[in-house]
């Protein structure tokens, strides 16, 4: 994409595909842009859940960055589940997201959600990182089941999604950031937006 007079100011673009993400993103009540990343997001071998969460965030903001040539600042964010050192991503069918809740049941887990914001034209590049801590309750296979027939989580880290029906399979989420779960840190986001010389309250760029 061609510079311009008019895209003088770097732009907010969301690495991301997810829904969840970008109602969040639009709660800042900013303009921005969605790209999907195209990336593997195949743990490697012996990756903790941590490390692969902040791999993939980043993964994801310089692939997206990459087909830019003007100022942008590109959002990258990656979520996992870590179930005692056990990676937990996106079940993406039933029969993976009964076994997900299963392992679950009872269970107290992290939720790793990393970010990734590079502003490539400056070369800049920061990164965080928001963990919720999550109790579940104890789950039957009845309750699971009910559970996945209504909501079909297949799309969420960990198979529930706490901003609607998944919040009563738990007892407990503790954590800084009430957005962080849902799966952008939006606290975080800010911080590192105002670092890059973006300030939401300020209707864009400042500094």
Same mark, same amino acid.
């Given at each position: 994409?061609?510079?311009?007079?008019?895209? &003088?100011?770097?732009?907010?673009? =969301?690495? *991301?595909? +997810?829904?969840? #993400?970008?109602?969040?993103l639009?709660? $800042?009540?900013?303009?921005?842009?969605?790209?999907?990343?195209d990336?593997?997001?195949?743990?490697l071998?012996?990756?903790?859940?941590?490390?692969?969460?902040?791999?993939?965030?980043?993964l994801?903001?310089?692939?997206?960055?990459?087909?830019?040539?003007?100022?942008?600042?590109?959002?990258?964010?990656?979520?996992?589940?870590?179930?005692?050192?056990?990676?937990?991503?996106?079940?993406?069918?039933? &029969?993976?997201?009964?076994?997900? =809740?299963r *392992?679950? +049941?009872?269970? #107290?887990?992290?939720?790793?959600?990393? $970010?990734?914001l590079?502003?490539?034209?400056?070369?800049?590049?920061?990164?965080?990182?928001?963990?919720?801590?999550?109790?579940?309750?104890?789950?039957?296979?009845?309750?699971?089941?009910?559970?996945?027939?209504?909501?079909?989580p297949?799309?969420?880290?960990?198979?529930?999604?706490?901003?609607?029906?998944?919040?009563?399979?738990?007892?407990?989420?503790?954590?800084?950031?009430?957005?962080?779960?849902?799966g952008?840190?939006l606290?975080?986001?800010?911080?590192?937006?105002?670092?890059?010389?973006?300030?939401?309250?300020q209707?864009?760029?400042?500094g």
């Amino acid at each position: 994409m061609p510079s311009s007079a008019a895209n &003088a100011l770097p732009r907010l673009v =969301l690495g *991301s595909s +997810s829904p969840y #993400r970008r109602e969040l993103l639009a709660r $800042l009540g900013q303009p921005f842009e969605t790209r999907s990343p195209d990336v593997d997001e195949t743990a490697l071998p012996g990756e903790a859940p941590l490390a692969l969460a902040c791999r993939l965030a980043e993964l994801k903001a310089r692939a997206v960055a990459a087909a830019f040539d003007d100022d942008v600042i590109v959002i990258g964010s990656d979520q996992v589940a870590d179930l005692a050192g056990r990676a937990l991503g996106k079940p993406g069918h039933h &029969a993976a997201a009964v076994d997900q =809740l299963r *392992s679950l +049941s009872g269970q #107290r887990v992290l939720f790793h959600t990393a $970010l990734c914001l590079t502003r490539p034209a400056k070369g800049e590049v920061r990164q965080a990182v928001s963990s919720v801590l999550v109790q579940f309750r104890t789950l039957s296979d009845e309750a699971i089941e009910a559970y996945l027939a209504r909501e079909q989580p297949y799309d969420c880290a960990g198979s529930a999604k706490c901003e609607g029906l998944g919040i009563v399979l738990l007892d407990r989420i503790e954590s800084d950031d009430p957005t962080s779960l849902v799966g952008l840190p939006l606290i975080e986001t800010c911080r590192l937006l105002r670092e890059l010389g973006w300030d939401p309250l300020q209707g864009g760029p400042h500094g």
